[in-house]
């Protein structure tokens, strides 16, 4: 039996004979538990009978209203929700609570409804809460300056059309859902314009912090940057006899009733608005709409795309999104995903990477690797301009390096101040494309204007949320994932489910994404079962841990990436890891019922796409040094990893295949660090850390 270090207390025989019944004072989860309840709904006189400090009970939220000063009610949350969470958390996922929502992502979450703010923490540890019933803006989130970037969270389901005919009568219907929600809810379509690496986007919807997020997060139409990007492809298409880039249509369809009752509804409410569901091209019942999911036998948060080999793309791509309000959805399947696509045709790699200059020569090293294996922070590690420490252990080393020279005196000094500033800074964090240039080889062109990025984990969070304004954030309240008792309904920015968009203009890191060679490909993985910490790998070979794509929760991810549409329908179909490195040698011999799973022409439009861009990245590591890096070491360890094979690519050879204690020894001796068995520097003090 599992032992948890928290008090549990179970409300149930405390409850007043009133409110044993009450749905509205007492929420319970789905096993019937107490989740939340009402304080007024407990007789506090039995809880001191029998002994019991109330603060033993669980975290007390205190309600005021728009005031700041009238309390409106309490609330508390039993901290036995924290591991019953754990040990069940189907019990919680999606459960309504008066003050929002529960999510359980990596840990649980309450998602604060619009209109209620957090005021921070008083001196008895009780949440306090203001409620807002005037404030009706969705994009207002719960924290001082911040915006929601999503409310009802990723989409289930990815429909995919391989016939264009099919495709066209998605697109008309959800063209009608548009002007029907301009109908109802007596707003006009919200447009947006944008550019992400040289392809225009148009972006039509009814979801106002998503129009505000794809303005945030790409380039302006006309941006300089993206103006020579643009000229770069448009001449590439000519030079293959097309036109120019094709233009992306995203259409994003939020408020669809999910149930015929809830259609039924939607129907009379367009009545009154004396418009014609017939006429707009809805569907009578809403079984028969083209976005209704039998499956599940309702309209799920889905993704329609049209999938179709390359040369049938057309001179625009349209995509939907339905029901799911989520930026990272919308710049997957809506922004990147096509993007690829497109690109593809002329030669260029879309890749999930990242991408930093870790050497004196002002190159590149690309990181590539699925969610969760430390793209953002091998970028931003040495870029981190608040964190001195990290800065200042780089220019020791690099003094180090200079002495080893023969430099010295005002010489070493004068060398050490003119490359310095130009080491340790971040190009890109999520997505670059990565082509071959006749001049300049193999270099990356930027995608993103702004970083959106996990906030657990993301270098200095503290100094950017305390000297900056967030463009915009997504915040949930952990309410227990931390398995501590006093961030239980706290906001505290440790897990991945909250994110934020970082202007890289604020200078909080050094941050340049000018377009440089690349001098190094590092594929990251973290899987403490690997006989290396690093690994040089020749083009075979890397072409097989691009295909299996393996994460660290042992899933897979195809090409790292499971932002592509051909990602999504192989990872949905379960033809990954080791059945996609088959599947892909049976579509090289001409079989391609393995890739299709059956279906021949699904196969062959599978591997046109995948094929593009395993044909590229097998160019590209043949020429550019890659390498894997097991981030299993740990973090600074795993860090030290990539600044020395982008630096001192002859540090060990070939990098064949080092070891922990090889790697160890060499970084010992070579500049006296140390590291305990989390792979965490030793050689530093906790007051150096600290030191500002």
């Known amino acids: 039996m599992t032992k948890h270090p928290y008090p549990t207390v179970h409300l149930e025989p405390f409850l007043t004979p009133r409110d044993r019944k009450s749905s509205t004072r007492v929420i319970r989860d789905r096993s019937g538990e107490i989740a939340f309840v009402r304080e007024d709904a407990l007789s506090l006189d039995r809880i001191r009978e029998a002994g019991i400090p109330l603060y033993n009970v669980g975290r007390r939220f205190r309600v005021l209203g728009p005031d700041g000063i009238t309390e409106q009610e309490r609330w508390i949350a039993p901290f036995d929700v924290i591991h019953r969470s754990r040990e069940n958390p189907k019990d919680f996922d999606g459960l309504s609570l008066p003050l929002g929502e529960l999510i359980h992502d990596h840990g649980l979450y309450l998602k604060l409804a619009p209109g209620i703010a957090e005021l921070g923490v008083n ?49 008309k219907e959800a063209l009608g859902w548009l002007k029907a929600f301009e109908a109802v809810n007596k707003a006009k379509t919200l447009i947006s314009h944008f550019c992400c690496a040289g392809v225009q986007y148009t972006q039509k919807g009814n979801v106002p912090y998503l129009k505000k997020t794809s303005q945030v997060n790409f380039f302006p139409p006309d941006d300089a940057e993206m103006r020579v990007i643009a000229k770069a492809i448009d001449e590439r298409f000519k030079e293959r006899g097309g036109k120019r880039a094709p233009h992306v249509m995203i259409l994003s369809l939020m408020g669809v009733p999910k149930t015929e009752a809830e259609y039924r509804a939607f129907l009379l409410r367009l009545k009154r608005a004396r418009v014609s569901a017939q006429k707009l091209g809805l569907p009578a019942k809403l079984k028969d709409s083209r976005l209704w999911d039998p499956d599940s036998k309702a309209v799920v948060t889905s993704n329609f795309i049209y999938f179709a080999p390359l040369k049938e793309l057309g001179e625009e791509v349209t995509i939907l999104t339905v029901n799911t309000d989520y930026h990272g959805e919308v710049k997957s399947r809506g922004v990147l995903s096509p993007l690829m696509a497109i690109l593809s045709q002329v030669d260029i790699i879309s890749a999930h990477a990242g991408a930093a200059v870790l050497n004196r020569q002002g190159t590149a090293t690309t990181f590539t690797g699925p969610t969760g294996t430390g793209k953002t922070t091998a970028g931003a590690f040495w870029a981190e301009k608040n964190e001195r420490y990290r800065r200042e252990e780089l220019k020791r080393r690099y003094r180090l390096d200079l002495e080893r020279e023969g430099r010295s005196g005002v010489d070493l000094e004068g060398e050490l101040d003119r490359i310095f500033p130009n080491v340790g800074i971040l190009c890109q964090e999520d997505w670059i494309e990565i082509l ?100 040089r790998v020749g083009a075979d070979e890397a072409m097989k841990w691009l295909l299996i794509g393996r994460t660290p929760g042992g899933k897979y991810e195809p090409l790292y990436n499971a932002y592509p549409d051909f990602s999504g329908l192989l990872m949905t179909y379960g033809i990954v890891g080791e059945k996609l490195v088959e599947a892909v040698n049976a579509a090289e011999r001409g079989d391609l019922t393995k890739l299709g799973r059956g279906d021949v022409t699904l196969g062959r439009a599978i591997y046109d796409k995948l094929k593009v861009q395993l044909d590229l990245w097998r160019k590209n590591c043949a020429q550019v040094p890659t390498y894997i890096v097991n981030g299993a070491a740990g973090l600074e360890m795993t860090q030290d990893m990539n600044w020395l094979l982008s630096e001192h690519p002859k540090a060990f050879g070939d990098w064949q295949k080092v070891t922990t204690p090889e790697f160890q020894a060499l970084m010992g001796e070579r500049y006296g660090v140390t590291y305990n068995d989390r792979g965490a520097w030793t050689h530093i003090t906790a007051a150096q850390r600290a030191a500002r």
């Open 123 to 171: 001196d008895r540890g009780d949440i306090m809460l203001r409620r807002d019933p005037k404030q009706k803006d969705p994009t207002i989130g719960p924290v001082l300056n911040s915006f929601n970037t999503v409310i009802t969270g990723r989409a289930k389901r990815l429909v995919t059309r391989t016939i264009y005919d099919e495709h066209r009568v998605d697109v």
């Open 436 to 535: 071959h240039d006749e001049k300049r080889g193999w270099i990356f062109w930027s995608t993103e204007r702004c970083l959106y990025a996990r906030t657990g984990g993301f270098p200095g969070l503290k100094f950017v949320l305390a000297e900056n304004t967030p463009i915009l954030e997504n915040v949930t309240a952990d309410f227990g994932g931390a398995r501590s008792i006093d961030s239980l309904g706290r906001i505290t920015h440790d897990y991945f489910p909250e994110r934020i968009f970082y202007d890289p203009t604020w200078g909080h890191l050094l941050y340049d994404r000018t377009s440089r060679p690349i001098a190094a490909n590092v594929f990251l993985e973290r899987n403490p079962n690997l006989d290396f910490c690093v690994k």
